[in-house]
């Protein structure tokens, strides 16, 4: 009798043990599924903009802005916006603040990251503020748009993060070498709330 009971207790222990296993399988499957519907909502709400956006193949929670490459770079040893990324950006940041600031897409934007970079020329230390002055001047030229509702404004200066990279991410020609002047850049990235944080949210 003492040992059924052993075996029944054993058996029933077991039992809850799958359960929660299972369960806990299903949450995070759940979950993988809703940041996987916030970035696809957010790409859909991107589109339009006359640029590409691609999700990270390595981030899941990410979708960088694919920038024509004449648009955001800037002179050698620069941070000043050249005239062709003055009016990138004009027109950018109007659909940008449509894009994230508007409707259920707003509260499932963690962060937008602009991100400056610059070439190889120079040291780290000069490198570094350079590629953040660049993110800067965007940042700045962005947010004066006064196209820009007050609204709006406010979301985009709650979002934006800016981060300068220096000259640890270059870009590359076909052959390998550097590109100088395609590597004096600023890029955009828009990050997603995790599914934990969309979840808290509620």
């Given at each position: 009798m003492a040992n059924n009971t052993s075996f029944s207790l054993v058996d029933l222990a077991i039992s809850l043990m799958v359960i929660f296993i299972l369960?806990?399988?299903?949450?995070?499957?759940?979950?993988?599924k809703s940041t996987e519907t916030a970035r696809e909502q957010l790409m859909k709400a991107l589109q339009?903009?006359?640029?590409?956006?691609?999700?990270?193949?390595?981030?899941?929670?990410?979708?960088?802005?694919?920038i024509p490459d004449d648009k955001l770079q800037f002179m050698n040893n620069k941070a000043e916006l050249l005239p062709a990324g003055k009016e990138f950006l004009d027109l950018f940041i109007v659909k940008e603040a449509q894009a994230v600031c508007h409707g259920a897409i707003k509260n499932k934007i963690q962060a937008i990251y602009i991100v400056g970079h610059a070439n190889s020329i120079g040291t780290d230390e000069h490198n570094l503020k350079l590629?953040?002055?660049r993110a800067l001047a965007?940042?700045?030229?962005?947010?004066?748009?006064?196209?820009l509702s007050e609204e709006e404004r406010n979301c985009l200066f709650e979002l934006i993060s800016v981060n300068g990279?220096?000259?640890?991410e270059p870009v590359l020609k076909q052959n390998g070498s550097?590109?100088?002047?395609?590597?004096?850049?600023v890029e955009i990235i828009h990050r997603v709330k995790t599914a934990e944080e969309l979840q808290h949210q509620k």
């Open positions: 369960l806990f399988v299903a949450t995070i499957h759940n979950m993988g339009g903009q006359n640029i590409g956006y691609e999700a990270s193949s390595t981030d899941p929670f990410t979708v960088k802005s694919v590629s953040q002055g965007v940042m700045m030229y962005a947010l004066n748009n006064k196209k990279r220096g000259k640890r550097e590109d100088l002047i395609k590597s004096r850049r």
